[in-house]
């Protein structure tokens, strides 16, 4: 039973360029979660998405940024117009259900705006 | 809003015991959790605390007082393979808050 696929795992963007990131839950798994890390800090909220739904985003940026998860296929995580601000650990995360189950990691997205 | 504060940096030696603490503030509650993340990985799962009280797997364990808004991950036998960033999480709605992080440095 493969973890959670987090595709690629690095990805170098200039400035001004799009970056997609890609993310497999969990077998069984509906619910997907975003995170960022910057260097020696925590995990950030940054969406919850179930099935072709958006279900929270408040740890969204208001603009660049974007997230689906449709019926078919992986969750994506878009950034538009990339700065050097962006450049990150992108954490996805997947679960069986809301409340505590234990979240389930992918190894991440490090993101390099160049 | 919710915040959950941990120490930056602890460090102790190889067959020691160290104590993790997270002091959280938080509109709801319902739990405490842990998680380990090696430099350049996958945070990882490693103890849930709904109640109050210990609970304990193997050489980790991890302390719940809701009284006190406060938990702590207990680590015994310290191994140098433990030096790692250790993250407390509580439930906020329908996701996850992680604290600040505490970075463990296991010495020989």
């Known amino acids: 039973n493969a973890g959670v696929m987090q595709n690629p795992r690095h990805l170098v963007r200039r400035r001004g360029q799009e970056a997609r990131l890609r993310c497999s839950p969990m077998?069984?798994?509906?619910?997907v979660y975003w995170y960022r890390q910057l260097p020696e800090e925590g995990l950030k909220f940054m969406v919850y998405l179930q099935k072709e739904n958006i279900i929270d985003e408040s740890g969204m940026p208001k603009e660049r940024f974007s997230a689906e998860f449709p019926k078919e296929g992986p969750s994506i995580l878009r950034i538009q117009q990339v700065v050097r601000g962006d450049s990150a650990a992108y954490f996805c995360?997947?679960?069986?259900?809301?409340?505590?189950?234990?979240?389930?990691f992918g190894s991440g997205t490090r993101l390099t705006v160049v | 809003g919710q915040s959950l504060e941990q120490p930056s940096e602890v460090t102790a030696v190889e067959g020691a015991i160290v104590q993790i603490n997270c002091t959280y503030q938080?509109?709801?509650?319902?739990?405490l959790s842990w998680y380990q993340q090696h430099d350049g990985g996958a945070p990882t799962f490693l103890s849930y605390n709904a109640l109050d009280g210990l609970e304990e797997t193997g050489r980790f364990s991890s302390f719940l007082s809701r009284s006190d808004s406060y938990g702590y991950l207990l680590l015994q036998e310290l191994q140098m393979k433990d030096s790692a960033s250790y993250f407390c999480a509580a439930p906020n709605t329908d996701k996850l808050i992680f604290g600040t992080g505490t970075r463990l440095q296991v010495f020989p």
């Open positions: 077998k069984g798994h509906s619910h």
């Open positions: 995360a997947s679960s069986p259900g809301t409340g505590e189950d234990g979240y389930t």
């Open positions: 938080t509109s709801g509650f319902y739990g």
